[in-house]
């Protein structure tokens, strides 16, 4: 563990744990591309919390709460450039950007529940864990099969009829109702019917809106755009900025996971381990790489998702650890 400097010191960027501390180091070489991979699979090799640590280091670097922090703590003058440090754990040291992150991680880190899940327990009205797929029957005799770890809020009160997607993918079968429409809302726009079916997934850049029968109307939920409407067997994303027809798929590979499946066509290894992740306990952590954008195919049973990791990881040509605590590192 290196010294803390003065300068340091003050950024206020040091985390209490020592553990959790050098995570921090480390993350910010991974993201700087200045980490020595023989060095790093030491410091996971000396227990189980480093990697654990280091998982959730990860997992708060992109979050929204991060990006405001870091630009709440930057510094308005930049100090001096230090000198060149060896590359050792014990000297290096963080330019001020670096130390910026650091100190929100360091804030952060100290309220698990920005990644705990916590939020979503309590807002939610119906979740599912990794790897379970559950069907609701609504009140207004419509029907929805959640994904793993997805989590909706429901509002059947006053007539209404609205599902907010927070977090995941559900397919919905609605109850034909034409004096009551059937909305659901996601990370980016809105799903308006009166009897279809049809399957929403919420995802970091989009939602994505894929009908299998009847018809649906997409909106953005921020402005005042016109609706798009969706015939069956077409895929539609909305995003910030626009509502967008994807390429056309065969509907049974994206609804692959009703029946258990994994389906995988093409995909970088990246988008591959994300999708496959999200059915496993597992965390995940990878090297930035060059491999992670090498496409995988497949088809894997949901039950048996560790083993489609190895699967998807081996054929991309990339190597897989695993460690203590349900870690599993990839480089």
């Known amino acids: 563990m290196h010294v803390l400097t003065d300068q340091e010191d003050e950024a206020g960027y040091r985390h209490p744990d020592p ?30 919390d480093r990697g654990e640590a280091l998982a959730r280091v990860l997992a708060l670097y ?35 950007v ?30 599912t864990a990794a790897g379970e797929i559950v069907t609701i029957d609504l009140p207004d005799g419509s029907r929805l099969q959640m994904n793993s770890q997805t989590a909706v809020t429901v509002d059947f009160e006053d007539g209404r009829r609205a599902v907010s997607l927070l977090q995941g993918e559900a397919f919905f079968e609605v109850a034909h109702d034409s004096t009551r429409p059937f909305t659901v809302t996601g990370g980016f726009g809105i799903v308006k019917v009166t009897g279809t079916a049809f399957n929403v997934a919420r995802e970091a850049a989009a939602d994505v809106v894929h009908l299998q029968s009847g018809r649906v109307m997409l909106t953005r939920d921020d402005t005042q755009s016109s609706p798009v409407a969706l015939s069956p067997g077409q895929t539609a994303a909305v995003d910030h900025s626009r509502i967008s027809f994807l390429p056309a798929e065969d509907g049974e590979t994206r609804l ?44 894997f049973r949901i039950a048996e998702a560790g083993a489609a990791i190895e699967s ?20």
């Open 19 to 48: 553990v959790t501390d050098q995570a921090l180091e480390w993350v910010l070489r991974l993201k700087a591309r200045e980490a020595d991979s023989t060095a790093l699979n030491a410091w996971l090799a000396e227990g189980a």
């Open 62 to 96: 992109d979050c929204p709460e991060l990006t405001v922090a870091t630009a709440q703590t930057m510094p308005t003058e930049k100090p001096p450039i230090p000198a060149s440090p060896r590359p050792t754990a014990t000297s290096w040291r963080l330019s001020p």
């Open 98 to 127: 670096a130390l910026a992150v650091a100190a929100s991680l360091a804030v952060a880190l100290m309220v698990p529940l920005l990644v705990s899940g916590w939020f979503l327990g309590k807002r939610a009205d119906y979740r």
């Open 256 to 299: 692959a996971w009703r029946e258990g499946w994994i389906q995988l066509s093409a995909e970088p290894l990246r988008a591959a381990l994300e999708e496959i992740g999200r059915h496993t306990d597992l965390t995940i952590v990878t090297l930035p790489t060059a491999v992670l954008d090498t496409p995988v195919s497949g088809s």
């Open 312 to 331: 998807v990881v081996t054929a991309a040509g990339a190597r897989i650890e695993h460690l203590p605590g349900g870690v599993i590192f990839i480089h």
